[in-house]
C-alpha cells in the first residue's frame, strides 16, 4: 500500500460487516480513511511504503544517534551530515560510518521492524547545531503493514461505521479516528507496541 493508502480495503472491511452490496462503500472508505488516519495519530508512525526514496531532514539526538522515520530497505538509502551549519549536507556517510536499528529488524520479540535509529561507528560523529544538520534519503514506512494494525484498522473502521447509527452520527466522522482509537482497548492492544515513545523506550 502507498503512503496515504488506508491500512484495509473496503472489501475486508465489508466481509467483516457481511455487507454484500455496494450501497455503503463510500461510508465504509471514510470510516477506514478516520480509522488509518486515527492509529497514525496514536502511534506516530506511517505503516504503508513511500514506494521510492526520498529526503527528509533530522536533529540528531546526540553527537552518536539519531532518531529517523521508519524506512524498512537500505536501496536508494544516502545519510549525509551538515558540517558547517550552514544549511548544505556536505558530507555523505559510507556504510561502514553507520549502523542501523533495531538490529536484525527485531525489536521486543517481534520480527519485520523498519530501521528508525542511525547509530555513529566510525570516525564521523552527527553534529548538533540549530539547524537539522542530517539528511536522510530513504524509502520511507513499512514494507507491509503489521498485522496487528491491519486488524486493529478494520476494528475502529467497524466502531466508526457504525457512529452513523447514532443520533450525531450522520455529520461526519470528524476526530473520532484518534478518540475512538484512544478508547477502544481491543485497538490499543494491537497498537500498543507500535506507539513511537513506546517502542524506542525500549
Given at each position: 500500500?502507498?503512503?496515504?493508502?488506508?491500512?484495509?480495503?473496503?472489501?475486508?472491511?465489508?466481509?467483516?460487516?457481511?455487507?454484500?452490496d455496494d450501497t455503503y462503500d463510500t461510508q465504509l472508505g471514510e470510516a477506514l480513511s478516520t480509522a488509518t488516519?486515527?492509529?497514525?495519530?496514536?502511534?506516530?508512525?506511517?505503516?504503508?511504503?513511500?514506494?521510492?526514496?526520498?529526503?527528509?531532514?533530522?536533529?540528531?539526538?546526540?553527537?552518536?544517534?539519531?532518531?529517523?522515520?521508519?524506512?524498512?530497505?537500505?536501496?536508494?538509502?544516502?545519510?549525509?551530515?551538515?558540517?558547517?551549519?550552514?544549511?548544505?549536507?556536505?558530507?555523505?556517510?559510507?556504510?561502514?560510518?553507520?549502523?542501523?536499528?533495531?538490529?536484525?529488524?527485531?525489536?521486543?520479540?517481534?520480527?519485520?521492524?523498519?530501521?528508525?535509529?542511525?547509530?555513529?561507528?566510525?570516525?564521523?560523529?552527527?553534529?548538533?547545531?540549530?539547524?537539522?544538520?542530517?539528511?536522510?534519503?530513504?524509502?520511507?514506512?513499512?514494507?507491509?503493514?503489521?498485522?496487528?494494525?491491519?486488524?486493529?484498522?478494520?476494528?475502529?473502521?467497524?466502531?466508526?461505521?457504525k457512529l452513523r447509527d447514532t443520533p450525531f452520527g450522520a455529520g461526519g466522522f470528524g476526530e473520532f479516528g484518534?478518540?475512538?482509537?484512544?478508547?477502544?482497548?481491543?485497538?490499543?492492544?494491537?497498537?500498543?507496541?507500535?506507539?513511537?515513545?513506546?517502542?524506542?523506550?525500549?
Amino acid at each position: 500500500m502507498a503512503i496515504g493508502d488506508s491500512y484495509a480495503t473496503t472489501a475486508e472491511l465489508k466481509t467483516r460487516l457481511r455487507i454484500t452490496d455496494d450501497t455503503y462503500d463510500t461510508q465504509l472508505g471514510e470510516a477506514l480513511s478516520t480509522a488509518t488516519l486515527g492509529i497514525e495519530h496514536v502511534t506516530g508512525r506511517q505503516f504503508n511504503d513511500a514506494g521510492s526514496a526520498s529526503a527528509r531532514v533530522f536533529y540528531p539526538d546526540d553527537d552518536e544517534v539519531a532518531t529517523v522515520d521508519d524506512f524498512h530497505t537500505t536501496t536508494g538509502l544516502v545519510i549525509a551530515t551538515d558540517t558547517t551549519d550552514d544549511g548544505t549536507y556536505d558530507t555523505t556517510w559510507t556504510s561502514s560510518d553507520y549502523q542501523l536499528e533495531p538490529l536484525n529488524g527485531v525489536r521486543n520479540g517481534r520480527t519485520g521492524w523498519p530501521y528508525c535509529v542511525i547509530r555513529a561507528v566510525e570516525s564521523l560523529y552527527f553534529p548538533c547545531a540549530r539547524r537539522a544538520t542530517l539528511q536522510v534519503t530513504a524509502r520511507w514506512g513499512w514494507s507491509a503493514v503489521p498485522a496487528p494494525v491491519k486488524e486493529a484498522t478494520l476494528i475502529l473502521a467497524e466502531d466508526i461505521y457504525k457512529l452513523r447509527d447514532t443520533p450525531f452520527g450522520a455529520g461526519g466522522f470528524g476526530e473520532f479516528g484518534r478518540i475512538r482509537a484512544r478508547e477502544n482497548p481491543h485497538v490499543m492492544t494491537r497498537i500498543g507496541p507500535y506507539v513511537v515513545d513506546d517502542a524506542l523506550a525500549s
